[in-house]
Every structure is written in structure tokens, then in C-alpha cells.
């Protein structure tokens, strides 16, 4: 018996490439604007700077997704002494990803259902929390989560065994009675499959990619797929019928 589904957030309540473009656009706007720096060099730069931040800290820790961190390092190294840019630049990102944040089709009513069947539903994401919380926000299901697990909070990121025991934790419930929806082979199903979990590979068609296998892991192609004749179906499960 299923009682608790978890999901990722990025690429897997909504479409992260479609938001980031649009983020990645504004914030490059500003540089040229603002501060007179040519697009290709900024964001040439920006990509270095996160490899550096990523050597440094290793890939096990949340602020290698800190934008501010990202930026103020970037103004350092282009010799910009003004960080007010560093916050403005913050503001241009995310402020414009968030606006572009779309459900995907089938999201909500699979929240709804999930909700009225009586299951608990849950997060697990990597990332600081403030931006997941601002994520959630705009997708409008704040009030639906009966749990959040980020990456910031458990101190690891996906696959790490302790993030999903705190997600169990969290959902009072068995492993086994807990499914992890995700976009991330490695991160969300084969680590929550390691821990006990069911993991599902949320994996519509925009998201495929040349040679990528499910490795007989439950795909879900779409959310509108999961809701058939009073059930919740996710791959070949039914986890609630009514």
C-alpha cells in the first residue's frame, strides 16, 4: 500500500529549461545594460565560475546552486567593485524564472487526487530552500505538501542514502510505502530505489535524450496519464483506487 508520493522539483513539477532561458535572458540583459559586458563572455564566465565553486565545495552541498554566491564570485573576478549588481543581477534571474515557472500538464489535478485519496504528498529536492519555496509558491501547491525536504536542509544532496531516510522520516511511513517521482535517473530513482523507495521516472518527451533507458525502472510519460477511471496509476501501479 502506497501512502506516501514524493516528488523532485525541477523538471519534474515544471519545465526548468523553459524557466531558465528565460532567467538566463534577463540576467544577461542586465550585464549589457548595466554594466557595458558582452553576452557571450558573461556567460562563458558564469560557467567557469560554477565549475571553480563546484570544485571547491564538491558536489554535495547546496550552495553550489546559490546564485549569489554564482554572481558575487563573477563581480570579483571581472574586477566589479559595486555588489549592489550582485543582488540586482540575483533579482533578474530569479525574479524572471519564477515568472516563467508553468505546472506541467496534469500536475495540479494529480495533486488534487492524490490529496482527496488520502495520501500524503511530499518534497524531496536538491537546492537551497528559499528558491524551492518560491517555486512551489508560484506553481500554487504550498498548501498541498505534507512535507519539504531540500538538499539545504538534510546537509546532502541526491542520491545520498541519509536524504531519502529523512524523506521517509518526514512521511512517517515505510520505504516501501513511499514513491519518489523524479526527472534524474541516478539522483531521484535509482537513489530512492536504493533506499527503499519506489522511484519513477517522470520523463515526458521533451526531456528525452539520445540512448536514455528507463533500465526497467516505471516511467511516467505524463501526469494526465496517471488519472484513469477513478484511479492513480504511475507506470504500472496503481496506487489508489477508488
Known amino acids: 500500500m502506497i501512502?506516501?508520493?514524493?516528488?523532485?522539483?525541477?523538471?519534474?513539477m515544471f519545465d526548468y529549461g523553459y524557466a531558465d532561458k528565460a532567467g538566463m535572458s534577463a540576467l544577461l540583459r542586465y550585464?549589457?545594460?548595466q554594466l557595458s559586458l558582452d553576452l557571450e563572455m558573461v556567460r562563458a564566465r558564469i560557467a567557469q565560475?560554477?565549475?571553480r565553486i563546484t570544485g571547491r565545495l564538491g558536489t554535495d552541498d547546496s550552495a553550489i546552486h546559490n546564485r549569489l554566491i554564482r554572481f558575487q564570485t563573477l563581480l570579483e573576478e571581472l574586477g566589479v567593485p559595486d555588489f549592489t549588481h550582485a543582488l540586482k543581477m540575483y533579482h533578474a534571474y530569479w525574479d524572471t524564472f519564477i515568472d516563467a515557472v508553468i505546472p506541467e500538464p496534469g500536475f495540479r489535478e494529480l495533486v488534487t487526487a492524490l490529496r482527496k485519496a488520502g495520501i500524503s504528498i511530499g518534497v524531496g529536492t536538491d537546492m537551497t530552500a528559499y528558491i524551492q519555496y518560491k517555486k512551489l509558491e508560484k506553481l500554487d501547491v504550498l498548501r498541498e505538501m505534507s512535507f519539504i525536504v531540500t538538499s539545504e536542509e538534510a546537509g546532502v544532496e541526491k542520491p545520498s542514502s541519509p536524504f531519502f531516510r529523512l524523506c521517509v522520516e518526514k512521511a512517517g511511513c515505510a520505504p516501501e510505502e513511499s514513491v519518489f517521482i523524479g526527472d534524474n535517473m541516478r539522483k531521484d530513482v535509482e537513489g530512492a530505489c536504493s533506499a527503499g523507495l519506489h522511484g519513477m521516472w517522470y520523463h515526458p518527451t521533451r526531456l528525452e535524450k539520445e540512448?536514455?533507458?528507463s533500465s526497467g525502472y516505471p516511467v511516467i510519460r505524463s501526469y494526465e496519464e496517471c488519472l484513469k477511471d477513478g484511479r492513480i496509476c504511475?507506470?504500472?501501479m496503481v496506487i489508489y483506487n477508488e
Open 31 to 33: 550585464t549589457s545594460e
Open 211 to 213: 540512448n536514455e533507458e
Open 49 to 51: 565560475v560554477q565549475s
Open 234 to 236: 504511475m507506470g504500472e
Open 3 to 12: 501512502r506516501s508520493v514524493i516528488f523532485d522539483i525541477d523538471d519534474t
